[in-house]
């Protein structure tokens, strides 16, 4: 018997059951309405007036959704069939629609080759095992059921570009599209051009339709001996220099596509660079029948080489070619079987590790005895050398003797029995290599060489006056230009003072007078700064290396001279001397019997102006010495005005530092002469004027007062109005400031 419970539950399922009215299959098509679908949502065009959408379900017939529904339906899946059912209340008709697959992500190349490439994706929708995946690129279009893929039949190194979308049903996914090169084909055939012994020239193949737009990586390994290093070409050739002689090298090459990324195989070629010839070769340790070859090479792998040694007797090769592995570090060979009398030549050249790779060939030919030294010595101040050599063994006709650089050669020829000579026509301090060839029976000894170096001198004397800047009551700057160093390196700069000039330059006697020479009268003329080679630097113009300023009166000490300060209202004339040797006594003052020396011309005349500091002292002394006899005048006088008749001529302005020019062309009278009287006039801050007469100043302390206005406002002092009155019978003088300037006016 059933329990009540269990009849109820029974019951309820089978109303539920009656309630589901499965959807049938879409038998007819409502092809007059169009519908489009997207991954997520079917759009709906305007329904006919008679119709509805009753319901929705999937392609199983499983219901998705009842009606009512708007033209839109969304919360779909991708890549789901869905069938849609229409009715007009007596007529059914559907639409068969797919949404839209998801575009696929993350798509990648996992695999590059020279003619095929494998790319990656993925998708995440619930149905993408069911989609095919099309690839669309040139030359052709695949499909694939996975989420990956291999386009083959590709150019090397050439740009594609890839469309991957999904399809199901005939409902295409949105398309996701990849650039990508193909692999460049590896360079074949790669040949030396050219082998030097610090460079390779290499040529290579490549016969990709894309080759013309490669780049080409070539890595050079020098196995150790020198650190890995790489270079770029556009073309199929490339010059590596910067290598080591007669040492292998790997250079590796890799072709890069048009992207400057995308590589292709790499190609080694093992390569020797050529080594260096031998140089220095000579004869040693000769006798009737052998001789001792000794030569020289600085090659790092010099050691490993193999050395060929060629023998001619006579112009002709001989059977006593050999080769020569060296044992120990002299480089050398022992040449025996000789016949005695006989001229030979010997043939030198060496062959790298690779026993193929060689040098250029060095040869010596042995008949004449070379001298076995000589000696070379510079002529004091003299662009000469002196030559002496000992005799060398065995008969000699001449020497030849060859003096050269690389501006100059000449040679001369001396007779057998003279065992001295000397060059002349040289320069100064230039360095020139000298050799000397002994001469006999047409056959010329192996060249004995050395070199030398001829005698400095005084440096050319220069045309230019220094320049002088930079004025003050106790110093002043001096510029100039560094002296011509063809007679030898300028070594040091000093700088000459005078008082009392007497010729265009000083004399040399003047370089070991210094300032207290100076202040004790033993001298008007005097070194007052030393600056060395090392310290030119410091001294040279930031924008020109060759352009000097030094400072004079700086207080400063450079060996036994004093950079003194100056005397106010001094003049100085100055001058610069320059050095190629420079030498200085127990005491530091310079030799000047020792030093070789010019002199520039002697600059303009120098006038110091007066001490600021002390012009103000005596101002103030002589305002305060005339104070009381100003109020006793006053306190007479009263309020009485005093008159005085003047005659007052025409205004004519002129700056101060013309004054003195202008003053003298004036025709004043003998008993008012300028410096006999002034009037100093002075308005204080409380309206008092005061007004001082002095006797027998000099015009300088009319500048002097001038520029003291001039500093008074620069500082914006407006408290005291300075002027300056001369009196002449008809004629006052008159300072006063316009736009910042100290002008005289005559009035």
Known sequence: MKQPGQLFLRLLLLLCLAQIKPAAACLKDCSSINVKATTTEINIDTLPKNLRISNVTFANGTLFRNSPLN???????????????FQNGTELCCKNITTKPSAVSELKVINIGTREVTLAWQNSDAEASKYTYWILSSPKNITSPDKSATITGLEPGTLYEITVFAQIAGTEGDATTIKTYTKPSPVSDIQPANIGTEQVTLMWKNNDAAAPNYTYVIYT????????????????????????PGTPYNFTIVPLAADNMTKGDLTVKRLYTRPNPVFDLKVINISTTEVNLRWQ??????????????????????????????????FGARIT?????????????????????????????????????????????EPKLTLKWERPAGKSIDFSINTFNDAWSNETLVLAGILDTTITNLNYSTSYNVSIITRSCGKESLPVEITCVTSITDPPAPVEKPNITSITHNSFKIQFSGFVSKNGPLMAYAIVITTAKEGNKPPNSSLSYTYSDFKEKKTNTYITDVMTATQMRAFSSRSDSSQYEMEVGNRLKSYAYSNAPLEPLGSYWASVAGFTKIEFNDGERIVEERSYVSFTPYSQAIALPQDPGKAKIKFCIECFAYIGPSWVLISILGKTPIDFNERRLGSKSIKVENFESYFKKQQADSNCGFAEEYEVCITSCYGVQLCIFTEGEKLASLWEVARHCLEE?????????????????FVTVKLFIIHGTVMVKNR
């Open 71 to 85: 033209n839109s339906i969304g919360g779909l899946s991708p890549g789901v069939q869905y069938i849609i059912n």
């Open 221 to 244: 390994d020098g196995n150790g001996i020198s650190p890995t290093r790489n270079q770029t070409s556009q073309n199929k050739s490339a010059e590596i220099v910067g290598l080591q």
């Open 297 to 330: 090479n600085n090659d790092t792998a010099a050691s490993q080489y193999t050395y060929i040694v060629v023998t001619e007797e006579n112009g002709f090769l001989t059977n006593k070619s050999n080769t020569y592995q060296l044992t120990t570090t002299v």
């Open 337 to 381: 079987g000789l016949i005695p009398g006989t001229s030979y030549t010997f043939t030198v050249f060496p062959q790298a590790g690779d026993k193929i790779t060689g040098g250029n060939r060095k040869n010596i030919t042995y008949y004449a005895a070379p001298v076995s030294s000589f000696n070379c010595t510079p002529v004091t101040k």
């Open 713 to 729: 406002r620069e500082r914006g002092d407006q408290c005291q109005r300075l002027g300056v009155y001369k009196k002449y019978d």
